[in-house]
Each structure stands twice: as C-alpha cells, then as structure tokens.
C-alpha cells in the first residue's frame, strides 16, 4: 500500500525486496561492477555463444533511438546468427517486444485508462516500425491493468471481441510498417454467451486477423486469480503460418508447463512467445530458467515479456497468507528477453523501465541446432505417449521399485 | 592434444575456452569481485530465495574438512528448508554428490585405471559417510575414463554386471555408514547376451540392491559416440523408494528432454539424480538451466553431477566437424549442483577440481510448492495424452493456421 502508482516514465525504482535500489538489469549491474575480462566469461557463463561468439548488437535507426529519449523507454538490440546453409538462404526475422507499465491510475475512467495506454505505447510501436520489426509482440492483456488480483468482476468491462477497439488500433500499425503483431487481450466472446477468455490475437502484416490463441493453463497462485475470471483455452496449440516464420503463443502461466511448449514445438513454431504479468517475489528467480529452457529443448526462439510497474488498485484485497489486506500485486519486473535453440541468451531490458527489445534471427538456426542435438530423434514420444495415456487412467499406479528391507512407514 | 592429463589432485586450468583461467567457479567468480551488497542482489537473481533467504551453509565435522583438505577436494554444504507443517513432521535428508576426474593415464592397464579411481574416492565417499550423508550418488560411470568419443569397442571391457566389482566396492560403503549410494556404470547384461548398457545402480542403506535403471535417451552430437555403445534404456521409469525418500535417475542426456523428467515426477520422485559427463564448449551454458527448470516444473529436488578435468586417450579420433584428429574429448566442467522445487539452487562445486557437494533437504517442500504452485493441477494431463497419442500416428498433421493472404514460398 505504500508503494506509489508507476506511471509512464521510466521512474527507477529498484529491487522487488527493497534490498538494492536504481539498478536497471542483472546484466548492467555486473557490467558495471565486474573488470571487463572478468565480465566477459561471467557472460558467457550466464548467456552463452551465438557462432562461437558473444551476441552481438545491432545499431538501429537515429528515429528510434531518438524515440527513446524522449519517451524514456529502455532500447535494445541484438542479432542471432546461425551457420551458412549450402541448400536454403538465410532466413533473418527482425523480431520486437514490447514491455510497459499501465499509464493512468486505476481509479480512472475505464476508457481513459485504455486510451492513455494506447497513446503510451504509440511512439514505442513506432519505433519498432521504423526499425523495420516483421513480428511485434506486446505483453499479456497489455490495454489494461492486471486486475485479476482484485476478484472484482467489474475489470470484465475492460474484454473486447477478437475484432474490438484494441485489435482496429494495432491493425493501422501492422498496415502502415509491414507488421505481424501480436496481441494479447482479455477477451468477450460475443457468439459463445459472452464468456470471458484470455486471449492473444494475431494480426498479420496486411493488417487482417490470421486468428488467435487461448491461454492454455490458468494460475491459482499468489495474487493470480485468473481462475475466477477465465477457463482454460479451448484452440489447442495453433502454429501461425505469417510471412515471416512460423509462430506460436505460449501466454503467460504455460511456460511452467514444458508440455504446452512441447505442443507448440511439435506443430512446427520456430519462435513462440511469452506474453507475461509476473511479478518479482513470485516468479523472478524462474523467469530466465523457464524460457530456456523451453528454446534448448524445443529448438527454437522464446521472446518472453513482462510487464512494469507496480499497479494499485481502489479496494485493499487479501492474498490468502494470513496477511493484511492490500492493494497493490507487487512489482512486474520487466526483464523481457528473448533466447534462442542454441541456448544462447539476449540481456533483459529493464526491470523498471518501459522497453523494446530488438533481435534480428536467423530462423535456419532451429534446424540446425535440431540436426546438430538430436532431441527430436532421440525423443521416443510412443513412450511417452503410452506414458501419459496410462497417467490419466483411474487406476493408474505410478512404477515403483521399493527396497524389501525397508519397515514400512507412513512417509 | 596439448592439454594435458587432468590427474588426481587439484589443478585449477581454468576456463574452457581459454578467455580466463584459474578461477573455481561462477558463485565464487561473483562473491570475490563484487561487493557484498551487490552480490546478494545478483546471488538472490541467479540462485533464488529459499523460505525467502539466502540459502545456509552447513557447518560440517572436522573429520570431513580435514579430509578435503588433505586430498585437495572441494568441500561444501548447504541446507533447504521447508514451512513447518501441522500434520507432517519434517522430512529432512541429507544428499550427497561426488565429481572426480580419472586417477591414473587412459593408457595404464585398465585393472589399474579401475583401481586408481576406487582408491581416489574411498577418502571423498568417507567424507560424505563420516558427514552423515543418507544418500549419495556418483557421475555417470564413474568407474572409467567416459572413453565413448574414440569408439573403439576395447573399452567395453569396463562394463561389468550390475553386482560387479564396482557395486561390491560400494556396498562396503553403503553397509558402513547406513547410506544408499547410487552408482552409474557401464553394465554389461549377462543374462541377455553380454549387451552393454549405460545403468545406474540402487544400493541400499543395507547393502543390498534395491534395483537399476538404465539411461533413456542415448546423444548423437559432438563427441559422444554413446550409442555406438549401447541402446536406450529398457526400463521406464522407476522411482526407488529407499529408507530415505522415493528417488529416480536421470542418466546425462535425458536432462535435455522433459517428458523423461515429467515421468519421473508422475512415478513420484522426490529426488531426481542426473550423474552426468559433458563438456565445456557444448553444454556449459545450458547445465545450470535443464537441471532447475525439472525442479520447478516437476516439484522435486535435482542433483546435477558432471565429473571433472580432461581426459586424453591413446589414439586420435575425428569428430565429424572436418576438424583434425585429437585425442582428448575436452573439459569436463564439474559444477555439480542441488537445485529446489522452489526455483532456490545451490551454487556449484569446482570447475576444475574433485568435489563433494552435501545438502540437506526437508522433501516436505516438494508437496508444498505443489500446493502452491498448482503444477500438478492445472496441467491437463488427458489434452497432452491426446497429442502425443495424435503426434506419433504417421498421419500426423502439424495444427498450422497460415494466413490467407500469404503468397506460398517454399521456406
């Protein structure tokens, strides 16, 4: 309750547990604090070789850059390369994320709120659109607070159509700069009884909707109260096929589900993304781990976004801890990030600042790393299959070999 | 060809890819460079929060220190906690895991070579039992140079029965302190036409064997010519309840593939050791990740343990990399660690030296975060059966949207 609502400008406020302050990302902390050669393997410890080579950056255009100081948005970008291919030509996708804190308080008008993000977010799209991103993603529910923590059904007011006002705003950005856009939304579905669902849309670059995806695994954990808004998606795991590659959507709590990444692996994506509402006290230790992981084994690229800001709302509510009521969900620490099949890393933007987040990838890596790890092929999905199909029976009994000598105890 | 012989003591070579030598390990890489209050925001970032602290050291005997000091071995202990229950007494266990390098030359008489290592151990294995430790476990087999990459079939003479020499060593051990020690070796199977197989052995607190399992998923990448050796496994996926809690094997490469976790997690495990041999510039950067992304995803405890130094071997090999021939497989990088169900870890042991990595842990946490977190619960076990059941047939079609306004080009 004592924390001040963060608005639209990069408002520094520190560490989730108070313990360091005004650090901007794990990776600009130790570059400022560690000798330059003691730096470079502590990096290559944490985010790994792209070609043999650290990752490296990308200068983009003098219009975004400038974007950037006026807005005060964090601006980064960097570029993942794969080996030469004798068969096919490189195939480079310039993908973007977006990362954002709410822009008026909660307390204001439902349409003020939306409209003051939509204008909070335009010279970040505009960026990204001048530096010429194919693919933009922006973060879980990003046109409105993450109210979910309230249990107040009110915030429903906030859900559109797949077609509704959040989706026409994107669609002039994904017309005017060639875009594939991402966007992730609490959705009403009008023709199915008006019920409520989370809901990423996917626009493609002529500015037409190709389809969308439901949020596969609904959280029940801290302040997480999806569950009482929202039931699990019924679209499965859509691989969309968009003039720039083959992408999927994993939305936010189904990134602890290596199965639902799995799913999206084997329909083909070669980049999913993560769009996110995590806060720090939570999640912040598993947020780099879980995404990773996700690329290695899959072989191909995760982008993982988070949003900003700490956001307040009108009416203190309880967690289920036994402790007060309060009014706020945490800190969302950014940290948005992409990595990539060879297990090499981008750095995070920021944990308290507004970003975008460029990465240039060559998407033949996918298969290279495919070809070169063997995961696929050594992956014996008919046992897993029967593995799975036995699981879920009533009478499944889990294989265990006890040890003869042991006295039985209730463990 | 110009590294030498990693022997027995401790000789700190330093990074594997050269760019910086001499230093122990990443953990110790920070603490000695950063300061104290920046350190424990980068430790809390990389390492996460155990029952929201730091994670403790353990204060162990004297008999142990003197041990490590003597027979130069790297030496560390920590402990996780779990909430106080009202209706479960704690359940804390003390787990044990030991990396070495060989002991004598590739080219000494492989009785010898066999001996030396037994020799090498008894001292580390004294500590670990002198320590009180109830379960420990060794690198993936142990008992002989990992000399797969030559694919020379002579050193199939390593293999032995699942009661062989190495496990009779070991009972000793088991009987003499009450520990259960799991012992990864290469197994020759007498009964079913002397086929070798990669295997991990579960001796109990007794002596006794309490059963086996072998390795799931076989690498076909770099140097490891395993599967010139040996097939994958023919044993599922046991979980072993012991007088100390219900553990499962994961042998070396089946940490990069999550349904072989997963299914560990469903037979129960509490306990999941990944004994384990790689090397430096493949898998480094992806070692911390694989093995704490299974604890969080799967709820259970993961025990990572590579073994240490390089091994350099008679006859020159080729790679497959158009690379010439060498005759080392390259740096085996230690860093054992214990990884949490509640996304804390352990930092690691030595990248250079042998090491005993000791760690108490209450397994009532593995039920807790599941509570938590919802994992179990929420993950929708019967659509996944579904999938794979589906993904298996030779029919199979990816579920791909394109979008209609995409001009078909072959990518």
Same mark, same amino acid.
Not at 26 to 41: G, V
Not at 106 to 115: E, L, N
Not at 339 to 366: E, F, K, Q, V, W
């Given at each position: ?90 195939? +480079?996708?310039?993908?973007? +994320? ?101 809901? @990423? ?67 083909? @994506? ?23 992981? @996700? ?25 289920? /801890? ?12 950014? =940290? =948005? ?5 060879? @297990? ?9 600042? /507004? ?13 290279? +790393? ?24 009533? /009478? ?16």
């Amino acid at each position: 309750m004592e924390k001040t609502q963060n608005g639209g400008a990069a408002k520094e406020e520190g560490g989730g547990d108070g313990s360091i302050c005004g650090y901007d990302s794990l990776h600009r902390l130790l570059k400022d604090n560690l000798n330059p050669h003691i730096f470079q393997e502590v990096n290559r410890l944490l985010t790994g070789l792209n070609c043999g080579k650290p990752l490296q950056t990308i200068a983009l255009q003098e219009s975004a850059t400038s974007l950037s100081l006026q807005h005060g948005f964090d601006l980064q970008a960097f570029c993942f390369h794969a080996d030469k291919e004798l068969l096919r030509e490189p195939r +480079v996708v310039r993908v973007g +994320v977006i990362q954002n804190s709410i822009s008026l308080p909660t307390t204001a008008h439902f349409s003020d709120q939306k409209k003051a993000i939509f204008q909070k977010l335009k010279p970040i799209i505009d960026a990204a659109g001048s530096s010429g991103v194919n693919i933009l993603c922006l973060q879980e529910a990003w046109m409105m607070p993450f109210a979910f923590c309230t249990r107040e059904k009110r915030w429903c007011e906030f859900a559109e159509p797949v077609d509704g006002e959040s989706t026409v705003f994107l669609q002039s950005f994904a017309l005017k700069y060639n875009m594939v856009i991402i966007s992730s939304i609490l959705e009403r579905d009008i023709n199915h009884g008006e019920v409520i669902w989370n809901t @990423a849309v996917v626009i493609g670059n002529r500015g037409n909707i190709i389809g969308k995806h439901r949020k596969n695994h609904i959280p029940r954990v801290g302040d997480f109260n999806e569950s009482t808004y929202y039931m699990e998606g019924n679209t499965g795991h859509p691989v969309f096929e968009t003039a720039f590659g083959k992408i999927a959507i994993n939305i936010c709590y189904g990134r602890h589900h290596p199965l639902n990444w799995l799913a999206f692996g084997l329909n083909g @994506a070669e980049i999913v993304f993560n769009p996110s509402a995590t806060v720090g006290e939570l999640s912040e230790p598993m947020w780099p781990i879980e995404a990773r992981n @996700a690329a290695i084994a899959n072989n191909y690229f995760v982008a993982s976004i988070n949003r900003v800001g700490t956001e307040t709302f009108p009416n203190p509510f309880t967690s289920g /801890d036994g402790k007060p009521a309060h009014a706020d969900f945490g800190h969302f620490y950014g =940290s =948005s990030h992409i990595s990539a099949p060879d @297990a090499s890393c981008t750095p995070s933007l920021s944990r308290n600042r /507004d970003g975008l987040l460029i990465t240039d990838m060559d998407l033949n890596l996918c298969r290279q +790393v495919k070809d070169k790890w063997g995961f696929r092929m050594t992956s014996r999905y008919d046992l897993y299959a029967e593995t799975l199909a036995h699981y879920v029976k009533p /009478d499944f009994e889990p294989q265990v070999t006890s040890d003869p000598l042991l006295r039985k105890k209730s463990l």
